[in-house]
Nanobody
């Protein structure tokens, strides 16, 4: 399995960026996928995740990005996206996309917050938001 992020860069506060994640080697349908970030000096954080059950469960967003970020995927194109609006300096971090096998009974939040939620990771793309 491979995941390759793109779209990171420098943005001003209040601006927008769209991250993309190209996946290969597995079928996106039926797996959990999501975006994570690690800011300097901080632990990795689950930003936004999609359930492996598609429309049966809404996306999970960490509190600080609710209403500003939107996670979507295109199963046919094997792509995952993160639309980031109203960016804040606190969003500065390396952003990673990830995928994880479906585990019965697990919530979308679990895939995003558990250290065991995801199995495959990209190498990340940097996002820097200036004030």
């Amino acid at each position: 399995a491979q995941l390759v992020e793109s779209g990171g860069g420098l943005a001003q506060a209040g601006g927008s960026l769209r991250l993309s994640c190209a996946t290969s080697g597995f079928t996106m349908d039926g797996v959990a996928v999501g975006w994570f970030r690690r800011a300097p000096g901080k632990e990795r954080e689950g930003v936004a995740c999609l359930s492996p059950d598609n429309d049966n469960e809404p996306p999970y967003y960490t509190t600080s990005v609710k209403g500003r970020f939107t996670v979507t995927k295109d199963n046919a194109e094997n792509m995952l996206y993160l639309q980031m609006n109203s960016l804040e300096p606190g969003d500065t971090a390396y952003y990673y996309c990830a995928a994880g096998a479906r585990l019965a009974g697990r919530s979308t939040e679990w895939y995003c917050t558990s250290p065991y939620g995801m199995d495959y990771w990209g190498k990340g793309t940097p996002v820097t938001v200036s004030s």
